[in-house]
């Protein structure tokens, strides 16, 4: 304020000393009205601080009020935590107290087990004392001691178990034989019966006849060129000797004997034979063949009511045409095996298409072009199993051998009907050698027996008679000895069909009247 007064006067003074009189007045105005300015500034400063003074006070208050509310939460909630700590602490004083209590209890009745065994163990001695005096008396008595008496008392009890079960043996086997035997023998005569077969076996050799002599020059060729290639191509021996107007075909493999057959047909038939001709004769017969072989495949298949087979494993039906087994074409057998089973699956409410399909792969393992070193039974399940076949039927052909576990019933169908199948008259050959060494087999098998004084290989093999002394084996040791020596022929031999086991025990009485 002072500043605008000094300000004033210097204009006042400025203007010209004429004016100095309305300048004074002016100038005391001006200062009045500062003065007054400057009380209403501290007034309303004044104003100011006491309304501000006042807000302060409010907000203290309020903050005031606020905290001493928390505080009183916070207070009650402690003594709410304190109270349940103090619950707390008498509920576990009350469980101290109880458990206190249940170990006391627990440590009088401790003390009472320990006094009761404690008697116990006086009482066991004292009857082990007198079990001990008891078992003394008795060996002195009897005059041997436990463990002989023990002893005799488990033979004498094996013995009559023996016989026992000799005896149950017996009566079971009757039983079965009266109740089984003969609604088993009417299914396989049925079966029998109902599918017919021809009993032609096949050979190792094709006999070629010719029209005239003059045509084995020309199939040896100049120098042997033609006999040569042809061998070379079809893999087989062509025997030319002095048999009139034939030519003989040697080969194990009877697909490979049956393109050189048809080869040398069509050969001589057009009557051009040289090297190149043959070549090209060959070539065709071999896609001949293997067109034939499928068309087989499927005839067989149609024939026998089977659908939806894998084309591979048709093909390897009809390869089945050209093989043989034990001088059995293999194609026939499956195909009776096929029927039989069928046959058989239909007596025994089975189903007879799963059957008669299980019959015709069962030996699909003999055909592949391929021979790996696997059973033909474990290998054609393989291949049923990759060619995406029944499960019952895969097992049935693996375990028509015995070579892995039966779980279905088709599989001992199966065994069966390929042993029926195998065994009939003319079915199949055996060489003389391995047929002699099995008689010999078995009737020495049956001499390794004690008590046993001759046997005999009777009907080719398939009845053993063992003939017994009747002062050395007794009837129901007779009958153990059938059976324990059935179950070694079937173990470790292996044959066609079955062996009926005779064992023949009689008594003679000879007197001479003189």
Known sequence: MNGILFAIIGIVVGAGGGVLLTTTVMKNKLLAKSQQTLKDAEKEGESIKKEKILQAKEKYL?????????????????HDAEQKLKQREQTLTQKV??????SNELKAASDNLNNQIELLNKRQQEVEKVYKESVNKLEHIAGMTADEAKQQLIDAITDEARVEAANSVVDIVEEAKMTANEQAKKIVIQSIQRTATEAAIENTVTVFNLENEEVKGRIIGREGRNIRTLESLTGVEIIIDDSPDAIILSGFDPVRREIARLSLHKLVTDGRIHPARIEEVVAKTRRQIEQEIVEVGKRTCIDLGINNMNHELMRMVGRMKYRSSYGQNLLQHSREVANLAATMASELGLNPKLAKRAG??????????????????????????KYKENADVCNAIGAHHDETEMTCLIAPIIQVCDAISGARPGARRE??????????????????????????????????RVIVGAEKVSDVEANKLSYDLSRQIQNEMTYPGQIKVTVIRETRAVNYAK
């Open 62 to 78: 309020q903050m005031k009020s606020e905290y001493d509310k928390q505080v009183n939460d916070r207070n009650n909630k402690l």
């Open 97 to 102: 107290e109880d458990l206190q209590k249940k």
């Open 360 to 385: 015709l792969l069962h030996d699909i393992g003999k055909v592949p072009e391929t021979e790996p070193e696997l059973p033909h039974a474990i290998l054609g399940m393989k291949l049923a199993e």
């Open 431 to 464: 060489v003389v050698e391995a047929y002699i060494n099995r008689l010999n087999k078995l009737e020495s098998m049956a001499m390794s027996y004690p008590g046993v004084v001759k046997t005999y290989a009777i009907q080719a093999g398939r009845e053993l």
